[in-house]
């Protein structure tokens, strides 16, 4: 199982991105997706999680500016991030908690490769 994060990048503050991040591989079932985040010197934090049945949950610093939606037919979830401010910079990581068809008595958290979100003043 992989999952592929895309969409970062560099933008001014006040712009938009939209992070992309794919799970594949020997998938029997997709729980929980969600992105975090993190700084030099900082610990990973939660930005934003969606369940099965799409219920989500966001951190305060970016609610109302962030929405996490999932395509349960594409084992996908997408971030989209407007009115970015500079303290949103960090590297962004998704993660999905899932039964792997390796071992279907298994939840199984799995992560993607960070992505690098660059907010300028």
């Known amino acids: 199982v992989q999952l592929q994060a895309s969409g970062g990048g560099l933008v001014q503050a006040g712009g938009s991105l939209r992070l992309s991040c794919a799970a594949s591989?020997?998938?029997?079932?997709?729980?929980?997706m969600g992105w975090y985040r993190q700084v030099p010197g900082k610990q990973r934090e939660l930005v934003a999680a969606?369940?099965?049945?799409?219920?989500?949950n966001y951190a305060s610093p970016v609610k109302g500016r962030f929405t996490i939606s999932r395509d349960n037919a594409k084992n996908t979830a997408y971030s989209q991030m407007n009115s970015l401010k500079p303290e949103d910079t960090a590297v962004y990581y998704c993660?999905?908690?899932?039964?792997?068809?390796?071992?279907?008595?298994?939840?199984?958290?799995?992560w993607g490769q960070g992505t690098q979100v660059t907010v300028s003043s």
């Open positions: 969606i369940t099965s049945g799409g219920s989500t």
């Open positions: 993660n999905a908690n899932l039964v792997s068809l390796r071992d279907v008595w298994k939840n199984i958290d799995y």
């Open positions: 591989g020997s998938i029997d079932r997709m729980n929980g």
